[in-house]
């Protein structure tokens, strides 16, 4: 079935940096835009950015400019998402969702199970 | 940047229709979509593009949206509608979430 699989629970000390991965399975990877949303404990979602899984672009939100990284690796079927210099106020949950429309932008009918990412001295 | 205002909170008794709104300037003129999100898990696609369902989902589930304000309305609601609801709309290729709405039912 169509799925997308993250990567397991991280700690990570203020300053350093995260790698999460997101395994895609059930459909062809590089027909559907890969999106990247996080949780903040008790709060609402928050768009991170997003990659073309078919040819590498990415856009990414003003929020994160320059601390968040998106990439895929086609061969793995898999979309990567990094943030560095990592803050107290980075500990939440962050999903991988895969976009309905394939690169026209509708909406996310796939998500991972969410990845739980914790920023602690 | 744009913005999509939800309200907190949301009361419904079992069987009747609730209805939760989400406002934004222009919103009639963007699409919207309606996510559903349980506690612990991770949201669900119930209406995109406005007013259409994903397969699976409900069709006690249904959306519209006009000027500046889309609603998400779930008819004959039932427990297990019980969740926290956040609109999404598209703004120059940048998704933004609403700050979501408690549902609750009882």
């Known amino acids: 079935q169509v799925q997308l699989v993250q990567s397991g629970t991280e700690v990570k000390k203020p300053g350093a940096s995260v790698k999460v991965s997101c395994k895609a399975s059930g459909y062809t990877f590089t027909n559907y835009a890969m999106f990247w949303v996080r949780q903040a404990p008790g709060q609402s979602l928050e768009w991170m950015g997003w990659i073309n899984t078919a040819n590498g672009n990415t856009k990414y939100s003003r929020n994160f400019q320059g601390r968040v990284t998106i990439t895929r690796d086609t061969s793995a079927t898999t979309s990567y998402m990094e943030v560095s210099s990592l803050t107290s106020e980075d500990t939440a949950v962050y999903y991988c969702?895969?976009?309905?429309?394939?690169?026209?932008?509708?909406?996310?009918?796939?998500w991972g199970q969410g990845t739980m990412v914790t920023v602690s001295s | 940047s744009y913005e999509l205002t939800q309200p907190p909170s949301v009361s419904v008794s079992p069987g009747q229709t609730a209805s939760i709104t989400c406002s934004g300037d222009k919103l009639g003129e963007k699409y919207s979509c309606w996510y559903q999100q349980k506690p612990g898990q991770s949201p669900v696609l119930v209406i995109y593009?406005?007013?259409k369902r994903p397969s699976g989902i409900s069709e006690r589930f249904s959306g519209s949206n006009s000027g500046n304000t889309a609603t998400l309305t779930i008819s004959e609601t039932q427990t297990m509608d019980e969740a926290d609801y956040y609109c999404?709309?598209?703004?120059?290729?940048?998704?933004?979430f609403g700050l979501g709405t408690k549902l609750t039912v009882l």
């Open positions: 593009q406005d007013t």
């Open positions: 999404q709309a598209w703004d120059s290729s940048t998704a933004v």
């Open positions: 969702a895969r976009n309905l429309g394939g690169s026209t932008l509708i909406g996310f009918d796939i």
